[in-house]
C-alpha cells in the first residue's frame, strides 16, 4: 500500500456517521493525517461526502463552495426544534394541502432566498456554535443568509394525503440547509413541516455513482486498490486550459515562481510575438491547468495582464 494518497475520495456517508466521523475513520483506513471533507452532512443523512486527502486539503473551500444536488422527504403537519424528525416535537397540526398548493409553495423558494441557519448548526455566534447553545436550551437571533435555490422538483407525493410527505430534488448553492427548507416550505403551507430523510446526491460533479462506502474503501485498500479510486487534486478543474512549461524553467516552477508567455513549451517561438501584439489568448484573469513537459501538475495559475505573467492560484506541486 502507499504511504501517501493526494487527491479527492468520494466517500458514500451511511447513517449515524458524522462528517467528522468520516474523516477519523477515513484517517485510519489510509494510515495518513492530512485529510479534511467538504461540507457537512447531518449524522442520519446519507450521500455525498467528497473527503480530500494529501495535497488535496488545499480544495476543500474550493470544494466546498461547489452546488450541490438533494433527495430530501418532507414530513407536513410537524415541527420540531432541529427542523428534522430527530428532534424535539414542537406542535403538530392538521395537514389539509392540495398537490396545486404544494408545488406552489415549493415555487417561491426557487431562486435567490434568505435563508435563516437553524439554531441546530455548527455556524458560530460569537466564538460559540450554534448547536451549543442550542443544547444549553438558548436560542438567539439568527441572521438571514442569501443562498440560491436553482431548482426544487417533486418527485413523489402519493403519500401527502395520507402520511402527509412529499419527496422533492433540490439544487442549491452552499450554505443551504435542506431541514430549514423543509421547515419553511411547510410554514408557508400553513400547517408546519420537518425533514424525514436526506440523500445528497451530487458536490460538483462528484454524484452517488461514483461513490464508496467506508468498508468498501477498505476493502480497496486491502487489494492494493486504492489508486482506482482516488480522483487527481486536478480533477476539479478539468474545463481549464492545459499549458505545459519548458524543462528549463522547472527547476523555478517547482519553487512557486510565476512564468511568462516565453516559458511556455506549448507556444511556438514564431507564434508568441502574435499572442503578444494581439493580447488575445490570455486575458487578465484566465485561469490555466500546469504542468512540466513530462506532465507532472504543478497548479493552477492566474494570468496578470499587467505584468504579462502567470501567477501562483493554487499550488499542488511536492518534492519527494
Not at 426544487?152 to 431541514?179: A, N, P, W
Request: proline share 2%.
Amino acid at each position: 500500500m502507499k504511504n501517501r494518497y493526494n487527491g479527492l475520495i468520494n466517500v458514500y456517508k451511511e447513517p449515524g456517521f458524522t462528517s467528522n466521523d468520516v474523516v477519523a475513520k477515513m484517517r485510519g483506513i489510509l494510515k495518513q493525517r492530512k485529510i479534511g471533507h467538504t461540507g457537512t452532512l447531518d449524522p442520519d443523512a446519507v450521500g455525498v461526502l467528497v473527503v480530500c486527502v494529501g495535497t488535496g486539503t488545499k480544495l476543500v473551500e474550493m470544494l466546498t463552495d461547489h452546488s450541490k444536488e438533494y433527495i430530501a422527504v418532507c414530513r407536513l403537519g410537524v415541527t420540531t426544534d432541529t427542523q428534522d424528525m430527530s428532534g424535539n416535537i414542537l406542535c403538530k397540526n392538521d395537514v389539509n394541502v392540495t398537490s396545486e398548493a404544494l408545488h406552489a409553495a415549493v415555487h417561491k423558494f426557487v431562486g435567490d432566498y434568505d435563508q435563516i441557519p437553524p439554531m441546530y448548526s455548527a455556524i458560530k455566534v460569537g466564538g460559540k456554535k450554534l448547536y451549543e447553545l442550542a443544547r444549553e436550551g438558548k436560542e438567539i437571533d439568527r441572521q438571514p443568509r442569501k443562498i440560491h435555490i436553482d431548482m426544487i422538483r417533486i418527485l413523489d407525493e402519493s403519500h401527502l394525503q395520507d402520511e402527509h410527505t412529499f419527496t422533492m430534488e433540490v439544487k442549491c448553492s452552499k450554505g443551504t440547509y435542506i431541514r430549514t427548507l423543509c421547515n419553511d416550505i411547510g410554514e408557508c403551507l400553513g400547517c408546519g413541516g420537518a425533514m424525514e430523510h436526506l440523500t445528497r446526491t451530487r458536490v460538483g460533479s462528484f454524484g452517488l455513482e461514483n461513490a464508496y462506502t467506508l468498508s468498501q474503501i477498505e476493502k480497496l485498500r486491502d487489494e492494493d486498490k486504492l489508486d482506482t479510486i482516488v480522483f487527481p487534486s486536478e480533477y476539479i478543474f478539468k474545463n481549464l486550459d492545459i499549458v505545459h512549461i519548458k524543462d528549463d524553467y522547472r527547476k523555478l516552477l517547482e519553487n512557486g515562481n510565476s512564468f511568462k508567455l516565453s516559458n511556455i513549451a506549448d507556444v511556438q517561438p514564431e507564434d508568441e510575438q502574435d499572442v503578444i501584439e494581439e493580447d488575445k489568448l490570455y486575458q487578465d484573469g484566465t485561469m490555466v491547468r500546469v504542468y512540466s513537459e513530462d506532465e507532472v501538475f504543478f497548479g493552477i495559475y492566474k494570468f496578470d495582464e499587467r505584468t504579462g505573467s502567470f501567477r501562483t492560484y493554487k499550488f499542488f506541486f511536492e518534492k519527494d
